[in-house]
């Protein structure tokens, strides 16, 4: 390590030579910032664990876990278990270290050079980012003012992804809107990580749409409405040839025994994830009576968070203001379409106060 300074950052490290693969070095990575604040309503997490039955069990669970052999290489049981949660079969169900690697796995397997997946902007980051990683063309289909999609006008595909309750918009998507893209794509893989959010969940869901003839996935993660962000872990419910197709293409042994095993164990808790929900949604609803009497533009949200434009001050001075008073929402000004627009996820009702109170100091 010696030299000019200016030499050393032109050598990166001696490696003049070694640049990463085209398509790569453009793409901006995926960050959230995380800054050390008091309220933290940036990530769409849940504002509170999982019950503390289910870490008890947990915990006794891996002290007896087998460590020293490979996981299940197939999640046997977890798969069961989501399969009777969901009333599908365990071979429509494919599990991954978060729904993100449930995506990177479908586009190993569906995308890649030569193909194109089809998205609707502004929508959830990682479609468009996962989708470059294995070399898809990645085309933007738009939007209505209003963040919905058009039937008639869906483009042509190989993948199309749609995100449902949308992030950062909130917008829930018709399953028609699923049904319609099975005409323009050869796969419609439905992103559904805030399906349990929205009010009547089950008609709403695109899983009525799933079964064997028909080319559409529906992903779920544990990140959100089940409080486990930190475990990683995610699903598929699609067609058993698809699945099977999944199988080979993720590595062997993926998915860690604690993983699965905190898995089935938070199954056992459904009935608290879903008073955990209605919880949050009512809060919702209460935060988002309280923006009406704000100058600030808001959507109609069936997720666990609400996109909102300031009228008076810039989103990037608010989000600002909010963060000196200990408050983090995430700043979408920079995403397409959403000039000025911050997102605010729904936390325990002193943390949406804190929100509240800050908000409007920074009006
Ligand atoms: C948060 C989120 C996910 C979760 O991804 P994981 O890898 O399961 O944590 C997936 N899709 C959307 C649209 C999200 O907002």
């Known amino acids: 390590m010696s030299g000019h300074p200016r030499e050393r950052t032109a050598g990166r490290l001696g490696q003049p030579n070694l640049v990463p693969r085209a398509g790569l070095a453009e793409r901006v990575g995926y960050h959230s910032p995380q800054i050390d604040v008091d309220v933290r309503l940036n990530s769409n997490e849940s504002p509170v664990p999982a019950p503390s039955g289910w870490s008890r069990s947990y915990a006794k669970a891996l002290r007896t876990a087998d460590l020293h052999r490979y996981p299940d290489r197939r999640a046997t049981e977890l798969r069961q278990r989501l399969a009777t949660h969901h009333g599908v079969r365990p071979e429509q169900v494919f599990v991954a270290n978060g729904s993100n690697e449930v995506l990177l796995t479908l586009l190993l397997a569906y995308g890649g050079p030569g193909r194109r997946a089809a998205l609707f902007e502004p929508t959830y980051a990682m479609h468009s980012r996962i989708a470059a990683l294995a070399g898809t063309e990645v085309i933007d289909g738009g939007c209505n003012r209003d963040f919905t999609i058009d039937f008639d006008a869906l483009p042509t595909a190989d993948i199309t992804f749609l995100c449902s309750p949308n992030n950062p918009t909130g917008t829930l998507h018709p399953v028609e809107l699923a049904r ?33 003839d028909t080319p559409l996935v529906v992903t779920r993660t544990f990140s959100k409405t089940w409080a486990l962000a930190g475990v990683r872990l995610g699903y598929l419910i699609g067609p058993v040839w698809l699945v099977q197709t999944l199988w080979q293409t993720v590595l062997p042994y993926h998915l860690s025994t604690p993983a699965q095993v905190a898995g089935v164990l938070a199954l056992d808790y459904a009935d608290a994830m879903h008073e955990r929900v209605a919880t949050i949604a009512a809060e919702r609803a209460r935060v988002v009576a309280a923006l009406e009497a704000l100058p600030i533009t808001t959507w109609p949200s069936a997720a666990n968070f609400i ?8 989103g990037e001075a608010v989000w600002r203001s909010l963060v000196s008073h200990s408050v983090l929402v995430r700043n979408c000004a920079s995403w397409p379409k959403l000039d000025g627009c911050l997102r605010v996820t729904i936390g325990t009702p002193d943390e949406n106060n804190r929100f509240l109170d800050a908000l409007r100091a920074s009006l």
Do not use: H, K, N
């Open 307 to 314: 996109l909102i434009r300031p009228q008076t001050v810039t």
């Open 180 to 212: 319609a893209a099975l005409g323009a794509s050869a796969l419609v893989v439905v992103d559904e990580a805030y399906a349990e959010f929205a009010d009547a969940a089950d008609e709403g869901s695109a899983l009525t749409l799933v079964d064997d």
